[in-house]
């Protein structure tokens, strides 16, 4: 589940939300979820990732956090609980309508990282802590996230961990071997082959 706010015809641009939009763009994750699970979806990822709406609340310097475009309201950067609200009011409010069982989520501190943002382990690991009071199916990190990073997120995250992201032959056949202590055993963590097979196979 992704959003972004653009403009047509100029260039594409990102359009800064108000405040009193959030609850309206909480609400659209909600009824898509809603929408996924009537349509027989056994649940739904969230991307906080990838250059999508939430995953660019988190950072400071890139689309509408550039120096016109500052946040300092409750969803703003002058925090890491600011810059994290909505992701996780996301979160809440899908766990509450399909399951906290059904939903997962992915970040992506290399995304962050991109931004030349420095606090971008800070947020992946508030955001881990966080997540746990959800008790949601998985959390999704891309596997080009630096391995330290990765492991602690693994170890503060308590539910099931997918390192995801694999293109190349090489790298999926050397995945276990490569993330074995990363992903624990096979009920609480996942390699995802996906784009090598959707790209390669």
């Known amino acids: 589940m992704v ?9 594409p641009r990102y359009i800064k939300p108000k405040e009193e939009d959030v609850a309206t ?12 699970r009537d349509a027989c979806f056994n649940g739904v990822e969230i991307n906080a990732a990838d250059g999508y709406l939430l995953g660019d609340f988190m950072k400071t310097d890139m689309y509408w956090f550039k120096d016109d475009y500052k946040r300092e309201d409750a969803y703003g950067r002058n925090s890491l609980e600011n810059r994290c609200r909505l992701a996780l009011e996301v979160v809440e409010a899908i766990a509450k309508e399909i399951g906290s069982n059904r939903v997962g989520v992915k970040i992506c501190p290399f995304d962050i990282e991109r931004s030349y943002d420095s606090g971008s382990k800070d947020i992946a690991y508030y955001m881990c802590k966080q997540l746990n009071t959800f008790d949601i199916a998985y959390l999704r990190v891309p596997d080009n996230t630096d391995r330290l990073i990765l492991k602690e997120m693994r170890e503060l995250f ?7 992201g694999l293109v190349g032959e090489t790298e999926c056949n050397n995945a276990v071997d490569k993330f074995a202590d990363l992903v624990g055993n096979v009920t609480d963590g996942f390699i995802v082959f996906g784009c090598f097979f959707f790209f390669f196979g």
């Open 3 to 11: 959003a972004t706010y653009i403009t047509y015809p100029s260039a």
């Open 25 to 36: 763009i909480i609400e659209d994750f909600r009824k898509a979820a809603r929408k996924a």
């Open 158 to 164: 308590k539910n099931s961990f997918m390192v995801s």
